[in-house]
C-alpha cells in the first residue's frame, strides 16, 4: 500500500512540475517575433538602413520592465538597422564617454564585425535614467550628433526617420542633449586598465578595428561601409 501511496504522490508532483514548467515557457517573451511583427511599423518604407536609433525609441516607449528593455536591445544592430539572431555573443568593446571623454567598458550585440569598429569610432557614450514599470534605471547608451544639418547626409538613410528639419526628429528617435541614442551599451561601466588592454589585444576589438579604422571613408566595402560613419561623423 505504501508503494502504491508513494508511486502516486511522485507521478503527482512531476505532473505539477510539468504544468508549471509549461505555464513558464508559455509566458516567456519571445523578444524576436515581437520585432518581426511590427517591422512595418517600426519601418514604414522598409529601409532600415543605420536605423537602429529605431529600434531603440520603439523599444523604450514600450510599457515594460528594465529586463524586458534590455532583451529587446540585444536583437538589433544599433549601426546597420539590422536584426541580430536571439542568442548572438556580444563583442566587449569600450567607448569614450561624451562628458569626461574616459573609455567606458561593455558589450555590444552586432550584426556584423565591422559594426564594432564603427561604434567605437564613431559614437559616444552617455548615462541616462528611464522609468521602467519596476522602477527607474540607469544604464549607458551609445549617441552620435546631430546629422540634420549635414549637406552629405547619407541618401540611402531615410532622412525623416531622423530629422524634422535641422532638428532631431524627437517623435521617431530618443535624443539626450541634441545626440540621437543608437543603442544600448549593455553592462557599460568604467573601464579597469585590464579590460583596456583586452579589447586592444583582441583580434577583432584591436588588430581589425585598428586597420577598418585607419582605412580611408572612399576605401570601406565592408558592413554598413561609408553609411553610419557619414550619418555619424
Known amino acids: 500500500m505504501n508503494y502504491f501511496k508513494n508511486t502516486f504522490k511522485f507521478v503527482a508532483i512531476f505532473i505539477l512540475t510539468l504544468s508549471f514548467s509549461n505555464i513558464s515557457i508559455s509566458s516567456e517573451k519571445n523578444y524576436y517575433k515581437d520585432l518581426i511583427t511590427d517591422w512595418a511599423r517600426i519601418f514604414p518604407d522598409q ?58 567598458c ?14 567605437m569610432k564613431y559614437s559616444k557614450v552617455q548615462k541616462m535614467k528611464y522609468q521602467f514599470k519596476d522602477g527607474e534605471k540607469e544604464f549607458f547608451v551609445f549617441t552620435i550628433k ?26 521617431q528617435v530618443y535624443k539626450i542633449n541634441d545626440r540621437i541614442v543608437i543603442g544600448l551599451f549593455h553592462n557599460g561601466k568604467r573601464c579597469e586598465k585590464g579590460e583596456i588592454d583586452k579589447v ?5 576589438t584591436g588588430e581589425y578595428c585598428e586597420l577598418r579604422n585607419n582605412t580611408p571613408l572612399e576605401n570601406l566595402e565592408a558592413g554598413m561601409g561609408d553609411i553610419f560613419i557619414k550619418l555619424a561623423k
Do not use: Q, W
Request: proline share 6%; aromatic share 14%.
Open 47 to 104: 529601409n532600415r538602413n543605420a536605423a537602429g536609433p529605431k529600434f531603440f525609441k520603439y523599444i523604450i516607449d514600450k510599457e515594460i520592465t528594465y529586463k524586458d528593455f534590455v532583451e529587446y536591445n540585444k536583437l538589433y544592430c544599433a549601426v546597420s538597422g539590422s536584426l541580430i539572431d536571439p542568442n548572438s555573443e556580444p563583442d566587449f568593446l569600450f567607448a569614450k564617454e561624451m562628458v569626461t571623454n574616459k573609455k567606458i
Open 106 to 119: 561593455g558589450n555590444y550585440y552586432k550584426c556584423c564585425v565591422p559594426c564594432s569598429c564603427d561604434i
Open 200 to 204: 586592444k589585444s583582441h583580434y577583432i
Open 146 to 171: 546631430n546629422p540634420c544639418n549635414k549637406k552629405d547626409f547619407p541618401n540611402r538613410v531615410n532622412k525623416d526617420y531622423f530629422c524634422d528639419g535641422k532638428k532631431i526628429n524627437n517623435k
